[in-house]
C-alpha cells in the first residue's frame, strides 16, 4: 500500500502585519505554534539576537518571575515553549515555538489553545520591562548561559570541527557566524539596548506565524488577532546577499586537540541553492555522493576500506555549501582525502549508476513524504520556501527529483569546488 | 488476531503470537504517511556470560552483541542497506543494555520492506574476512565515543555504581576485546538470542492491520526454525550499594561535566508494579528538580547549573537508577548543594500543588510524544519486554497519589546510594 501524497496546504492571511499560516489536520494530538523572525545575519546583531532568545523566554509582563511563568507552562499540561535562534544561509532565525495537547485528548476542557496564543502573544508584544530595560538580573544570567553554550561547543566534536571549517571556508562573510553570536559582543549588551532591539525587530523585520493542529482557521486567527496585537511598520524584505564565492584554490587547515579520532571535515562550495532550478538535480548529486547507506562515500571509505564508522556529505541548501564529514584515524588522513576526491572526480565524469540514481531517488522522496508526519517539518518545508523567495509544493520537488537525470546531476557535479580540507586532530606526532 | 482499544488516547494495538512464537505489534496511525517497522530481540551488551543449547556455560567477548548487529547487514550476495534504499526506506539498528532492534521507515513499498527486514535478520551469514573488516569499522565508533564526554561521564557513573553487573561495561566493548570475536562465537549468540520465540516484532503507522499480519504469518511459516532454546543468562549477584562513591575522567570540555547517580537498592519488581515505580519517580523527579522548582531556580542563579541540567530514571526488573546532571564550574559544591536539598525536601515533604502541576506536564508530554511514530516504536517494545503496555502511561499516572511520591522520595533518594562522575579538561582540575 502506498501512501498518498498531499500537499502541504498552509492557509495563509496577514494579521496586525504578521504573515499567518495555518494548517488543519487530525493527524496530531497536539497543536504547535512556531513564530519566526527574519533577521539578517550580521557581526552587529547575531550576539545581540541569540541572547534575545534566551532573556525572552525568562518572562513576560504577565509572569515576571521565570519560575511562575514555568509552572503556568506545566500547568497548560506541560506546554512546550522555547525560543531559540537557527541559520538559514545568511539568516539568523529567531525562532518561538510553542506546543499544547488538544483539548479533545484530555478530561478537562481547558481552552488550551487560547491560552497557548496569549502566551505566545504576551512574548512578542507584553515583555517584562522595568524602565524600558529587560531586567538586568535576567539579562546578566543569561549572558553567562550564552557564554557558556559557545564554550561548550568544544564538547561535541563533531559540531566543534563544523564550525571551524565554516570559520575558516566563509572569512568575510556572514555565514561564517556562530549563530549562539561571539562571547566578545556580550559585555556591551544593555537590557536596555537589548529591548530597544526588542522593539525594532518585532516592529520593523518579518515575521511569519504557523499553526499546525486539529483547529478551526477562523478561530485560530481571531485569537492571534487578539493576542498578538504588534503594531507593525511597513516590513521591508531584508536585503541578504548570498554571495557565492569562487574558489582559485583549496585551502589546507589543521587544528590540533586532546582527541582519540580526527576529523576530516571537507567544505564544498556548490554554487547552487534552494531557489535555483538544479536544486533537484543538488539533492541527487548529494544523495549519490554522501547522503544515505548506499552513497559512494559511505561504501568506498567505511564498507571497502573500513576507515571511518561514519563518512557522509550534507547540504546548506540557502547558502549553497555542502560539508563532507568523516571521523578517521589520524593516519588514514592522506588515504580518506584520496578517496573522497576519487568519488567527487567519478561524479564529474558520470561515473554514476541506474541503480545509484534510483536508489537516491526512492530515499530522498521518502524522506521528504514523511515530513507530512511532523508538524515542525511541513512548518520548515514551507518556511524554506518562503526565505529562498521560492515557494515549491512539495509535488513540485518531489517530481523535480523523480524526474532530474544522470546527464543533470553530471552538470552538477562539474559546478562543486572543493573549498577548504580541515583537520582536527591529536597533538602527537610532527606539527 | 487480539484488538485492544485504548480509548483515552485513542489508538488500538493489534497483536498475535505466532506458531513459532514470535510476538507480533501492530499499531496503526490514521493519515500518517509514514511506517515504522521494528524487529527487536531480546539480547543486549549485558548477555555475555549464558548457556548455549547443549548446556554449556559460555563467556562471550565485551562488545559481541553490537558486532553481531553491525554483522547482520552483510549477506553473500547482497547488501541489505542497498535493497533498502532500492525501496526509498531508511534503516537502522541499535543495540543497548538489554535489547538489539532492527528498523526501517517507509512512506512507500511496506510489503516488501517488510520481508526484507524479517528475512535478513533471520539469515545469518558471517565470514573470517568480514568479521575482521568489521573490525576497523567499529574500532573507529569506538574511537569516537572515546572522544565524547558526555558518554564518558554516563558510562563512568554506571561503572561507579555497579560493582559487577554488566551494565557497567561499554555496549560496543573495546578494541581490545572485539579484537577476540570470532564467526564462531557470533554464530553462538546467533543461535541462542535470534530465535522467533525471543524475539518481537512491531510495525507502527500507516497500514491495514489484516493485510499486514498476513504478511507477517505467511513470511513466517515458510520458514524452518529448531525449537525455541531454553535461554539461561548467567548474572552476577550485584550489591545494593555503589561500588564507588565517585569517579573522574580527563577530555577537553568547555566546563566541567557532573553527573549523580542514585542506585536502587531494591530488584526484582514486574509488570505493573515495576511501570509505577517508574512513573512515580519520574514525578518526584521533575517535582524535586524540574525547570518550575524552586531547586532549579537557587541552582541557576547561583549559576552552578546551566541549562544543560537534566535527568532521568531507567528502570528494569533487575536495575533501576536515577541520574541527573550537566554542565557545571564546580562539580564537589553541585553535588553537596544537590544533597543539602533533597534533604531540606525530606522535611517538607512534596506539594500538593506541585505534585498536581507535575502530573499534569507528564499527561501533556506523554500525548506529545504519540505523534511521533519513532516514540511509539521505540518505547513500545521495551515497555512490552518488561509486561507493561505503553498506551496505559495515562491511566496509571492518574493512579499515582502524592503519598506514593513521597514514599518514593524517601526510599529512593538516599545520600548512600548516590555516587558522582566527574569529567573535565585536564587544565581544570582541582
Known sequence: MSANITEIAFQSTQINGMNVHILPTGKFKTTTIVTMIE???????????????????????????????????????????????????????????MEVPNEKYLSQDDSLLDQAIQFVGDMLTKPYVENGAFLEKYVTQEKETLRKRVESLIDDKMKYANQRVTEEMCQGEPFSLLIQGRVKDLPAITGQELYQYFKEITTSNPINIFVVGDVNPQEVGQAIQ?????????????????????????????????????????????????????????????????????????????????????????????????????????????????????????????????????QTRATLSNQFRELLDSARGMIEFTYNGLVSGRKRQLDELLKGIETATIE???????????????????????? | MQTTKFEQVNETVYNETLPNGLQVYLVPKQGFSKTYAVFTTKYGSIDSHFRTR????????????????????????????????????????????????????????????????????????????????????????????????????????????????????????????????????LYECYETFYHPANMLLLVVGSFEPESIMHLIRQNQSAKEFPPAPQITRLFPKEQAEPAQAKIEANLTVGLPKCMIGIKERDQGLTKEALLKRELATKLLLDIAFGTSSAVYERLYDSELITESFDFDYSSEKDYAYTIMGGDTPDPERLVETIQAEIEQLKQKGIDQDDFERAKRKKIGNFLRSLNSVEFIANQFTSFKFNENDLFTVVPTLESITREDVEKRLNEHFVVGQMAVSIVRSASQQE
Open chain 2, 54 to 185: 547443549n548446556g554449556e556455560e559460555i563467556n562471550v567477548p565485551d562488545g559481541i552483541a553490537h558486532f553481531l548487529e553491525h554483522k547482520m547487514f552483510e549477506k553473500k550476495d547482497r547488501d541489505v542497506m542497498h535493497e533498502f534504499s532500492k525501496n526509498g526506506a531508511s534503516c537502522n539498528a541499535f543495540t543497548s543494555f538489554n535489547r538489539t532492534a532492527y528498523l526501517f521507515s517507509c512512506t512507500d513499498k511496506l510489503d516488501d520492506n517488510l520481508n526484507l527486514l524479517l528475512d535478513y535478520v533471520q539469515e545469518p551469514y558471517f565470514t573470517d574476512a568480514s568479521v575482521e573488516k568489521e573490525k576497523g569499522i567499529i574500532g573507529q565508533e569506538i574511537t569516537m565515543y572515546d572522544d565524547n564526554p558526555d558518554w564518558k561521564v554516563y558510562m563512568n557513573l554506571l561503572k561507579a555504581m555497579y560493582k559487577d553487573y554488566p551494565i557497567n561495561i561499554e555496549i560496543a566493548g573495546t578494541i581490545e576485546t572485539i579484537s577476540h570475536i570470532t564467526k564462531e562465537n
Open chain 1, 226 to 358: 487578539k493576542h498578538v496585537p504588534l503594531e507593525r511598520s511597513e516590513v521591508q524584505a531584508l536585503d541578504i546577499s548570498n554571495s557565492s564565492k569562487q574558489v582559485s584554490d583549496e585551502r589546507k587547515v589543521i587544528d590540533r586537540l586532546d582527541v582519540n579520532q580526527a576529523k576530516l571535515n571537507i567544505g564544498c562550495r556548490t554554487h547552487i541553492t534552494y531557489k535555483d532550478d538544479d536544486y533537484p538535480a543538488l539533492l541527487l548529486y548529494n544523495g549519490v555522493l554522501g547522503g544515505f547507506p548506499h552513497s559512494k562515500l559511505f561504501v568506498n571509505v567505511r564498507e571497502k576500506e573500513s576507515l571511518a564508522y561514519y563518512a557522509v556529505s550534507r547540504l546548506e541548501s540557502h547558502k549553497g555549501i555542502m560539508m563532507i564529514m568523516s571521523g578517521i584515524d589520524v593516519n588514514k588522513y592522506e588515504r580518506a582525502v584520496e578517496i573522497i576526491k576519487q568519488q567527487m572526480d567519478s561524479m564529474r565524469q558520470g561515473n554514476i549508476s541506474e541503480e545509484e540514481m534510483s
Open chain 1, 39 to 97: 533577521q539578517a545575519l550580521s557581526e552587529e546583531t547575531v550576539t545581540k539576537t541569540a541572547l534575545l532568545a534566551m532573556v525572552m523566554k525568562r518572562a513576560s509582563a504577565r509572569f515576571p518571575e521565570t519560575k511562575l511563568l514555568r509552572a503556568h507552562l506545566d500547568f497548560l499540561y506541560g506546554a512546550i515553549f522555547d525560543v531559540d535562534v537557527t541559520k538559514k544561509g545568511e539568516r539568523q532565525i529567531l525562532q518561538i515555538y
Open chain 1, 408 to 431: 543533470d546531476v553530471k552538470k552538477v557535479a562539474a559546478k562543486v569546488d572543493i573549498d577548504t580540507i580541515y583537520l582536527l586532530r591529536d597533538k602527537k606526532g610532527e606539527a
